[in-house]
């Protein structure tokens, strides 16, 4: 509400338009920093074993293309939901000589590499 004169104009209400939702992003990136592959899932999607190993899949030619000649192995760093721990996708992994790192126990703060990761990829999806 405010104070206005009778003979003032009447204020305009702006059409607000609903923010699309949140989204979750997979990210693969290496020490160069460049990422590698980012992937984005629907909302309302849930991360099943067959979509995570055809992120994989995705993740192992990105990694071929942009460091071909590099490496012939990978090192991955994923936590122990079931769509990672399936033998379904270490199979594979192991079968491309990627090396798999444990993570650490679960802590409702955030990981020290969780909270370094986010401003990098904030910068490099800026615009997107």
């Known amino acids: ?15 607000t338009v609903q923010p699309p939702g949140k989204m979750m992003a ?7 920093g460049v990422i590698i592959l ?3 899932i629907p909302p309302s999607s ?6 995570y190993q055809k992120t994989l899949k995705q993740t192992q030619r990105g990694y071929s293309e942009k460091r071909s ?3 012939t192995t990978g090192v991955l760093l994923h936590n122990n939901a079931q769509p ?4 379904t996708t270490v199979n594979p992994l192991n079968s491309w000589d990627w090396e798999i790192l444990p993570h650490q126990p679960y802590s409702p703060d955030l990981p020290p590499l969780d909270f370094h990761m986010f401003s990098k990829m904030k910068k490099h999806l800026r615009g997107q």
């Open 26 to 32: 997979t990210a693969f990136w290496d020490v160069y």
């Open 1 to 15: 509400m405010t104070w206005k004169h009778p003979h003032s104009p009447v204020n305009k209400k702006f059409k």
């Open 46 to 51: 849930t991360v099943y074993v067959a979509a």
């Open 69 to 71: 000649g590099l490496l």
């Open 38 to 40: 980012v992937d984005f």
């Open 84 to 87: 990672h721990t399936a033998s």
